[in-house]
């Protein structure tokens, strides 16, 4: 069973989340939050395995919420989808440095949000279509000068083949088709890089690909 918890300001958007997850026969809403203060206690205390975070909260706003759970060892094995209202949203950005696995907007199809918290489960990053090279291309724009690619010393070529694969925004299945291997084979190659880098999922491993160098500006054609 899939622990959801659902943090929002907004008592109206926390009930209808409420109603479409606890449908499935495979999530269940494990408790609720309404501002970013009350959601860091709220994870600390019932460990779910996803948090819905909307980015704007009172009294401590989504993205600081976020980093303060993302930055706790031990909960470590919690991975935050935030949410907004609009695609482009300033925070979006900040939001993926600070270690969220992914990104919403709030008027996301039902399929799309039980996608979402299936597939961050299973260590996947998950954007809303379409934003996904936007995002990355909004990073490559911000990111700093690349640092030494000494931390990917330890990455085979193909494991470094695939995290730039990542790194510019395709999926596993994409992946498997430019390399000509199976799904199963890139998504393997995509864990053992994760492992050995410590990342947290597959959104932290785009962040390393640039601040590493490996993915530079201008690779999304």
Do not use: C
């Amino acid at each position: 069973m899939i622990r959801v918890l659902l943090a929002d300001d907004q008592s109206l958007v926390r009930a209808g989340f409420k109603a479409l997850l606890d449908a499935q026969p495979d999530i269940t809403v494990a408790g609720e939050a309404a501002d970013g203060e009350e959601a860091v206690r709220a994870v600390t205390e019932l460990r779910p395995d996803v948090v819905l975070m909307d980015i704007r909260m009172p009294l401590l706003d989504g993205l600081a919420a976020t980093r303060r759970i993302t930055e706790e060892p031990g909960l470590a094995g919690v991975k935050v989808v935030m949410l907004t209202t609009f695609e482009l949203d300033e925070y979006v950005f900040e939001a993926i440095r600070s270690g969220a696995s992914g990104f919403l907007v709030k008027d996301t199809e039902p399929d799309e949000l039980l996608r979402a918290v299936r597939a961050v489960v299973d260590g996947d990053a998950l954007l809303s279509p379409g934003v996904t090279r936007r995002l990355i291309a909004e990073f490559a724009a911000r990111s700093k000068e690349p640092a030494a690619a000494d931390a990917l010393s330890g990455l085979t070529e193909r494991e470094r083949e695939v995290m730039a694969l990542v790194g510019i925004g395709l999926s596993n299945e994409e992946i498997a088709r430019r390399l000509v291997v199976s799904p199963l084979t890139a998504k393997t190659h995509v864990s053992r890089t994760m492992v050995k880098l410590g990342a947290r999922d597959r959104a932290q491993l785009v962040v390393l690909a640039y601040e590493s160098g490996l993915v530079r500006p201008g690779w999304l054609g």
